[in-house]
């Protein structure tokens, strides 16, 4: 069924303000149908305030909303005030917009699980790293064979553009140092991402099918505060790069003119969102501490596993000799004062 969009005019009776209320879904297709009502209300004289009030938006699809912002944004007049936007938070998400299928050939096709191809969470781990999370179930024969295949060289270019996003965020990471890093020629890694905004897209492809491989699982998740902890080290370990990649992107995005601001806030929203819904099932069946809003122990866990992320590219870094970091054991310290455990027995 296709997706459709609505907009209420809301104009006051001085022509001083402008409200433009949107509903249904936005998204790649149906944000175009909003820009010649923008236009429209931009000729009134004199010039009013307008407000695009996405509040009420089914869902909002980033490859809608960031497209919109950008064609607005250029279709202002010198002096023109800027429009005002009321989104709502989190951003409602279609699921068809974090991690959808797309056609053979993509760049998505290379992160599908069970498709001998190596999943994200594998692709955004430096080869040769030690993994201080639990040990998986040993594969299969055959998804040995799938997944010991080698990478191919854009998967190579991924995973060496992850790293140095990690380590020097966009802005301090340059085309020619990502090709360095990963030992190809700037050519060569031009001819697969002909940009760095387009490479730094599929970086964040890949944190948002290692996000949609947390959410699939969040039943099992919050089934107990145990299989919480176990989820804690397994998907957020502060060491791990997909988390300090979402760390490192996620703080620079305070910028207004980062080119991944909006895709990072979602991430973000949705790895409370995943948190909150275990505290709030907690809370329901009497194991979350009394008083404790489950949106803040949410906030608070998500911000602890950022916090450890960049200590351990930083004060780890400094550190020799013996010391007590404990990231994993400090993340499952906090979430157990949150729960009270049930009993085994």
Not at 64 to 87: C, F, I, N, Q, W
Not at 139 to 160: D, K, Y
């Amino acid at each position: 069924m296709p997706h459709t969009l609505s907009v209420t005019v809301h104009v006051d009776l001085d022509l001083q303000e402008v409200q433009l209320a949107v509903a249904g879904c936005l998204t790649a297709e149906t944000h175009l149908s909003l820009l010649p009502i923008v236009r429209q209300a931009r000729g009134l004289e004199p010039a009013p305030r307008i407000t695009l009030d996405l509040t009420g938006a089914e869902h909002i699809d980033l490859d809608g909303l960031v497209p919109l912002r950008h064609a607005l944004e250029r279709d202002a007049a010198a002096g023109t005030e800027p429009l005002g936007y009321r989104l709502p938070d989190p951003l409602p998400v279609c699921r068809r917009t974090i991690a959808a299928p797309r056609a053979a050939g993509t760049a998505d096709e290379l992160f599908l699980d069970g498709a001998g191809r190596e999943t994200p969470l594998a692709l955004l781990r430096s080869p040769g790293a030690a993994s201080r999370t639990p040990a998986a179930p040993a594969p299969t024969a055959e998804a040995s064979e799938r997944t010991s295949r080698p990478r191919t060289r854009r998967e190579e270019i991924l995973a060496g553009a992850a790293e140095m996003f990690a380590e020097h965020g966009y802005h301090g990471a340059s085309l020619r140092d990502i090709s360095r890093h990963i030992g190809i020629s700037h050519p060569g890694l031009m001819h697969h991402f002909s940009s760095k905004d387009i490479l730094l897209d599929s970086v964040i492809d890949l944190l948002e099918t290692h996000a949609q491989r947390i959410l699939d699982q969040v039943e099992t998740m919050h089934t107990d505060p145990a299989a919480m902890l176990q989820a804690l080290s397994v998907h957020w370990d502060p060491a791990a790069l997909p988390t300090q990649l979402l760390a490192t992107l996620g703080a620079e995005s305070v910028s207004g003119d980062h080119p991944g601001r909006f895709r990072m806030a979602r991430l973000r929203r949705v790895h409370e969102h995943v948190f909150e819904q275990c505290f709030t099932d907690f809370a329901q069946r009497m194991l979350l501490r009394p008083g404790l809003d489950p949106a803040f122990a949410s906030r608070a866990i998500l911000g602890l596993v950022l916090n450890l992320a960049v200590r351990e590219r930083t004060v780890r870094t400094m550190q020799s000799g013996a010391h007590d970091d404990a990231p994993v054991e400090e993340l499952a310290r906090l979430a157990r004062s949150f729960v009270q455990m049930e009993d085994s027995h």
